[in-house]
């Protein structure tokens, strides 16, 4: 194990097949047709060269794009990595949809969750890494290793009531630079009317991930 401190705590072995593990990417409804020409999502590194429609807190992005380094992956930037979660509905959601990022209350309708497995991701043949918690925390340990896995408190990441817990329910996937469409496998939105624009905006590709209301995603 390594990064910023090595995951120490230890929990009970669990079986967990990457191949069945889903991870969850979540970016504004108005992000979509820059990753559809793109071929997939960017790291924030690359993003931050364009004029995405950005949903989380400006400095703790650029904390993840000059200050927390992956040791694992040659110290490289959090903000060098396409994140995702390992739950739907995370905290990150909730103080975007409360209005602390800039959006209006209520916002999370046009957020949308763009979703894979750990076994898609890590088949990319890039480097990848598994944080214990929020990888722009300054406290956040990294691995990539598989067994780090067993170490995840599973039970914050999938509670509905996390208080206390966000840490270590906002533990993330890390992907270097690019995750390519062609591994995407689900968008979830918000509403009927959401997701009827996602399938709109997908008319015309190849590569067609299921497009689900998913209301219990959501605050």
């Known amino acids: 194990m390594c990064g910023q401190n090595s995951i120490a705590t230890k929990r009970p072995k669990m079986n967990r097949e990457p191949d069945r593990i889903p991870i969850y990417h979540i970016t504004h ?17 690359i993003m931050a060269q364009r004029n995405p429609t950005a949903i989380g807190y400006t400095h703790i992005k650029q904390r993840r794009l000059s200050e927390i380094r992956v040791g694992c992956c040659g110290g490289r930037f959090v903000g060098e990595f396409v994140p995702f979660y390992f739950c739907p509905r995370s905290p990150m959601l909730y103080t975007i ?30 480097a990848w890494a598994i944080s214990d918690g929020n990888a722009g ?35 993330e996937f890390l992907l270097a630079d690019f ?14 009317q959401i997701a009827l624009q996602v399938i709109n905006l997908l008319k015309n590709q190849t590569n067609l ?5 998913e209301p219990n995603w959501y605050y």
Not at 29 to 45: A, R, V
Request: hydrophobic residues 40%; proline residues 3%; charged residues 15%.
């Open 137 to 171: 925390a300054s406290h956040v340990s990294f691995s990539a290793d598989l067994a780090v896995l067993a170490e995840l408190d599973w039970a914050a990441i999938h509670a509905r009531q996390w208080q206390g817990r966000i840490h270590q329910k906002s533990a």
């Open 209 to 213: 991930p299921d497009v689900s209301v």
């Open 97 to 126: 949809n409360r209005g602390n990022t800039g959006h209006a209350p209520g916002c999370q309708r046009t957020i949308l969750h763009l979703v894979s497995t750990l076994a898609a991701g890590i088949g990319q043949n890039r």
């Open 29 to 45: 409804l108005d992000n979509l047709p820059g990753i559809l020409s793109d071929g997939g999502l960017h790291s924030d590194k």
């Open 179 to 192: 995750f390519a469409w062609t591994n995407l496998q689900r968008i979830g939105c918000h509403s009927d």
